[in-house]
């Protein structure tokens, strides 16, 4: 289990390293994910550990996200003079990205095999 | 308060420890309420956590940072979290090459909606050109963002904000439009909130399905990296 920790650990450094390296515009970890997926192209399989590892941080995902979302508190009185324009902007934009995105792949997902998943 | 309560108060408020039991304990009042509300994306137990938390903090009069210092070990998971995505995503491998070509555009279009709709209807309403610029790539994962918001003119911290906020949106009305509009393919859902609303959207979906999940987090890398490159450009040449 801590072997599979380390794992990722260092796949993330590197990713770090990476994106330092060739000025990529894509955030470490994000460099690491890919590193990590293509060892396990290469591997041909998850490693038993290396599952439970994963699993285990992704199930509780949401709770990563608490500590930047309190950070709304600094820009409250900024947020609060422009408040209509944001959260109009915000609810909308975000409804128009999920049904666009989400039709298109109906649209084109059909004839590439798609269907009930 | 007694004195000496008011000590332990003080103890206590100077270690990390309280953020961090305070940050946990909030999460789990989300999950309860989540659970209590027979797990209604509405009742998301982020924007719950959240809430609770600057509501305890303004109380108290504890500044952000100080909170910070505790919650940086509950925020540094991030990092390897993004890592992890890798299993799903390997998971549902055969899927991903078998729609690439239209998961590729669909991400296009929706990272070139989820920026042009922003803007547009800020400036509309009146939104500074700061805000606009710090809207604009508020469906990218944080870090990333943050990195466009200031190339473009933006404030990298609102910025962050605004993702976290879209991100919690994202999770808690796209489920529901997608029912309406009758979408059921979970790679559909997936990419769709994915690339709407990053991370926070890609962990609801990992909840409901490992096939959402996986196609959710490869839409959040991909879009991050496209408006990475699309943004600035676009932005340079329009405005």
Same mark, same amino acid.
């Given at each position: ?5 380390? =794992? ?57 996200? =608490? ?51 | ?12 408020? $100077? ?62 998971? #991030? ?7 890798? #299993? ?11 729609? #690439? ?49 200031? &190339? ?18 994202? $999770? ?34 990992? &909840? ?30 329009? #405005?």
């Amino acid at each position: 289990m801590l072997f599979f920790l380390t =794992v990722i650990f260092a796949c993330q450094l590197a990713g770090e390293l990476l994106v330092v390296a060739l000025g990529l515009p894509v955030p470490g970890p994000v460099a690491g994910m890919v590193l990590l997926f293509a060892g396990l192209v290469i591997r041909r399989g998850i490693p038993d550990d290396l599952a439970r590892v994963g699993d285990g941080l992704l199930s509780n995902l949401s709770l990563l996200f =608490v500590p930047a979302g309190v950070g709304v508190m600094l820009h409250i009185a900024l947020i609060g003079e422009q408040a209509v324009a944001i959260s109009v902007a915000l609810v909308v934009s975000t409804l128009a990205t999920v049904a666009v995105t989400a039709l298109a792949m109906r649209l084109l997902g059909r004839g590439s095999g798609g269907g009930e998943g | 308060m007694t004195a000496g309560l008011r000590d332990i108060w003080v103890y206590l408020s $100077a270690s990390p420890l309280l953020a961090l039991t305070m940050t946990l304990a909030a999460y789990q009042v989300g999950l309860w309420i989540h659970q209590r509300a027979g797990r209604h994306p509405l009742a998301n137990p982020v924007l719950i956590a959240v809430v609770v938390l600057v509501a305890l903090l303004l109380g108290t009069g504890t500044d952000y940072a100080t909170y910070f210092e505790g919650a940086q070990f509950v925020h540094f998971l #991030l990092g390897p979290a993004t890592v992890a995505l890798a #299993l799903p995503l390997y998971r549902q491998i055969e899927r991903v090459r078998r729609s #690439l070509l239209a998961i590729t555009v669909s991400l296009l279009t929706g990272s070139m909606v989820a920026a042009a709709s922003a803007v547009g209807i800020g400036a509309l309403l009146g939104a500074s050109r700061e805000t606009l610029a710090s809207l604009a790539p508020k469906s990218v994962t944080a870090p990333v963002a943050m990195g466009i918001s200031e &190339q473009i003119g933006g404030l990298p911290s609102l910025t962050a904000v605004l993702v976290i906020l879209t991100g919690i949106l994202g $999770a808690a009305l796209g489920p529901l439009l997608l029912n309406l509009m009758g979408i059921r393919d979970m790679a559909a859902r997936g990419l769709a909130i994915g690339t709407a609303s990053h991370g926070i959207g890609t962990a609801r979906a990992l &909840q409901v399905s490992d096939l959402a999940g996986a196609f959710a987090g490869l839409a959040m890398g991909l879009n991050a990296l496209a408006t990475a490159i699309l943004l600035p450009l676009v932005w340079r040449l329009v #405005l």
